[in-house]
């Protein structure tokens, strides 16, 4: 099943055909897959919508089906309905040229998270999403769009040629050899914070020195040759935006495992670029990497772009926009956040974030629709409802692609992440329904599982870990079978 793109439109063809054999997909070219729906109603909308707690948001994740078994073993009857969704939040080589449909598909499954709320975002944030779905929708609609074979013949071998070379050009470097040997860093005045009872928030600024994965920070730039106040060690850690751009404020929240829980540390930067720079080299630490990585300049560039869309324009051409608006703006809001503003306000704001969109084509507008979802801090998190052994209480287990957060049901405060790099086993007792992980340095986990079977969540962890398995050969085939053995389960 390794799917085949066109070219030119990036609709499958060939052997992604038989997914669809004998449906309309078919006689269409599945060409309507690359294509979005026009927006719900607000009427249609307020219908789905439904406030979630973080223990609702783990009894939506019930419903996997299991991936090791039939669809008629599991009960599913003809004519019955099932949603399709991407199971995974690891999207491996979207590219403009080929996957208009997978980008699509994405782009749909991140616009109903922000609509439903079940992904949280600033309202900030949901501004800048409703004007992109707004820019989408309108592109969606004019038909110069629609009709790929307008566009030039593209050579397949060319295509695939210039792919390379931007993928080969991705991170230049002034000096190849001075790039693998020196690992660059960061240093420069910042404003810190630590959590304490019953203070009010105090910044405080320290000369701050970021290298390899780890932060030192001195009183002063002229010690930074001496002891440092204190090393923060940010492998494994978890990474908030703390941000207001009309409010000037860029702030990282860093959660900094430890023996007993995570530690709170704020950090505030002064403008954009500096944020931009600090974050994306916290982003890359949290998962073991250094600045030296080729991801570097692409998420500082990532976060950059982001932050530029938040910017707000003069409202001088907003007004005019007013006029001839043709603009539903409670289509592109979740209702809570309509509830909030009446209709004329919300729409000269979405007008407003649109300006910074509205040169963008089509495709490339979903991938930074999709990239904005992946900026989001509760982005690639399924949450369960579960019982650690010993524990009293229920708490929430959140599981993403690289590591597993334990949260207080209560307050949604996580409580300890344990990343799966330090994974050296996991297995389930089926009898009792029980998962048991073991981490390095004899740190060993064992949980039940309240709002889902274990099954589920086995086939989460094991799914993450095979494709952690995955080589950046982009020919590699699928190993199904590794797949089956890492998330079937011995029942």
């Known amino acids: 099943m390794t799917p085949t793109y066109d070219p030119i439109n990036g609709t499958p063809v060939s052997s992604t055909m038989t997914w669809f054999s004998d449906s309309p997909l078919t006689e269409q070219n599945c060409s309507i897959l690359a294509f979005s729906q026009p927006p719900q109603s607000p009427e249609a909308l307020a219908d789905m919508y439904q406030p979630r707690s973080l223990v609702d948001k783990a009894k939506l994740n019930a419903g996997w089906l299991d991936s090791s078994r039939s669809l008629m073993e599991q009960g599913i009857q003809e004519d019955e309905q099932l949603l399709l969704r991407f199971k995974y939040y690891t999207f491996f080589d979207l590219n403009p040229k080929y996957d208009a449909v997978r980008i699509n ?4 499954q991140a616009r109903w998270a922000i609509l439903l709320e079940e992904t949280d975002c600033t309202e900030e944030e949901m501004l800048i999403f409703a004007a992109l779905q707004y820019h989408i929708s309108k592109l969606s609609l004019s038909t110069e769009i629609q009709d790929f074979t307008n566009e030039s013949e593209v050579d397949e071998v060319e295509a695939a040629l210039s792919n390379l070379e931007v993928t080969l ?11 693998i040997t020196d690992i660059p860093k960061l240093a420069d005045n910042l404003r810190l914070f630590r959590t304490k009872k019953l203070i009010l928030k105090a910044f405080k600024q320290y000369w701050f020195v970021f290298k390899d994965t780890s932060i030192a920070y001195f009183k002063n730039k002229e010690l930074e040759q001496g002891e440092p106040v204190e090393k923060l060690n940010l492998r494994g850690c978890e990474v908030v935006p703390d941000v207001n751009v009309a409010g000037r404020k860029f702030g990282i929240k860093l959660l900094i495992p430890v023996a007993d829980g995570m530690n709170e540390v704020y950090l505030r930067c002064d403008h954009e670029s500096q944020y931009a720079q ?7 630490a949290s998962k073991g990497k250094t600045m030296a990585d080729s991801s570097y300049q692409p998420e500082v560039l990532n976060i950059l772009s982001f932050l530029r869309m938040k910017n707000r324009n003069s409202a001088s051409q907003v007004a005019s926009g007013l006029e001839n608006m043709d603009m539903n703006p409670e289509c592109f809001v979740s209702p809570r956040c309509a509830k909030k503003h009446k209709s004329k306000q919300l729409a000269a704001r979405i007008l407003e974030a649109h300006q910074n ?19 989001l801090p509760e982005f690639g998190l399924t949450y369960y409802l579960v019982r650690f052994k010993g524990s009293k209480k229920d708490d929430i287990l959140g599981v993403s692609y690289n590591r597993l957060i334990r ?3 209560a307050t949604g405060i996580p ?8 994974m050296k086993q996991w297995n389930v007792n089926w009898e009792i329904r029980q998962v048991a992980i073991e981490f390095d340095q ?10 889902a079977d274990c099954k589920v969540v086995h086939e989460y962890i094991g799914g993450y870990i095979f494709l952690s398995t995955r080589s950046k050969d982009q020919n590699e085939t699928l190993d199904e079978d590794l797949f089956h053995k890492l998330t079937g389960g011995q029942e």
Not at 105 to 108: N, P
Not at 169 to 179: Q, S, W
Not at 357 to 375: D, G, H, N, T
């Open 105 to 108: 598909q994405l782009y749909e």
């Open 169 to 179: 050009e991705g991170g230049k470097a002034d000096n190849t050899l001075e790039d």
């Open 278 to 284: 600090w974050m994306a080299a916290c982003i890359l």
């Open 357 to 375: 969109v509205a040169q963008m084509p089509l495709v490339e507008a979903k991938l930074q629709f999709i990239q904005a979802w992946q900026s």
């Open 407 to 409: 949260i207080d049901a």
């Open 415 to 422: 409580i300890t992440t344990w990343r799966f790099t330090n």
């Open 442 to 451: 004899n740190v060993s986990i064992a949980f039940t599982c309240l709002s």
